[in-house]
């Protein structure tokens, strides 16, 4: 697995190593972690530019294939369409875990506030957590096994290319069934 961690500490970067070297996978994981707090309200969408601010989108609950505590909103596009550029924020409250899952597409990850604790594999595991605070970055390739949990109320937001899926790697973890 190939590790690029830029503006990262020598903490940060020798446990993402850790966790990088544990498998074969070629997989690539990208991390930063950022000491200013500050955060642009503007957004690029193709060629025409969207200004927006947290208090004009829609927030309601989570799709159901998060467990139940977790806020969304919709920044930009459609999470629903495949091959769609997507923006969402999630709001999670203090101690929410989204255990081991994948997604079906890369997946961009910028903590806006609170703190994202991240850690990549099958099975949680609290010694493999990384802590990301305010506009800490992190992004993950398609189908890599990653889970989370959050410190304090935490709000991040995530940019992909849809579909927005979720696929837990252990069943009895999918809120769903």
Request: proline share 10%; aromatic share 8%.
């Amino acid at each position: 697995m190939l590790l690029r961690v830029p503006n990262a500490g020598p903490t940060l970067l020798v446990a993402l190593m850790l966790a990088a070297c544990s498998d074969g996978d070629s997989s690539r994981i990208t991390a930063r972690n950022s000491q200013s707090a500050s955060a642009s309200a503007s957004r690029s969408s193709g060629g025409a530019h969207e200004m927006g601010h947290d208090s004009q989108f829609h927030w309601g609950p989570a799709p159901p294939i998060f467990p139940p505590g977790a806020q969304f909103a919709v920044v930009q596009g459609d999470p629903s369409v495949p091959g769609a550029l997507f923006t969402v924020r999630l709001r999670f409250p203090n101690g929410y875990v989204l255990p081991p899952h994948t997604h079906p597409t890369d997946e961009n990850v910028t903590v806006l506030r609170g703190t994202f604790l991240i850690g990549i594999g099958e099975n949680f595991s609290n010694d493999a957590l990384v802590a990301f605070k305010d506009d800490g970055f992190v992004s993950a390739p398609a189908h890599m096994a990653h889970f989370a949990t959050m410190r304090g109320e935490t709000e991040v937001q995530v940019h992909a290319i849809g579909p927005f899926q979720l696929t837990y790697i252990h069943p009895e973890d999918d809120p769903t069934r």
